[in-house]
């Protein structure tokens, strides 16, 4: 398992592009996917939502009422 140290390197990771993120939040499963660079997906709870750029799907508050942002050193990967 992994952990983010912080929300910025949580960001720098999703915008490499390398790999989708799937992780635990809360006893539900989620993931981030960066297909492209004006799309990434995050999935939680077996909902979807396209984000236009990473910063969007940074702050879009789809985790339980969160933000990666806010969330970012609670997740397990």
Not at 1 to 27: E, G, H, V
């Amino acid at each position: 398992m992994k952990r983010f140290k912080n929300k910025k390197d949580l960001r720098n990771f999703i915008a490499s592009y390398t790999t989708d993120l799937d992780f635990k939040y809360k006893d539900k499963w989620g993931a981030v996917c960066p297909l492209l660079d004006d799309l990434v997906r995050v999935i939680y709870d077996n909902k979807e939502h396209n984000c236009k750029s990473v910063d969007e799907a940074m702050t879009i508050k789809f985790f339980d009422g969160k933000s990666l942002n806010q969330i970012a050193t609670e997740l397990d990967f």
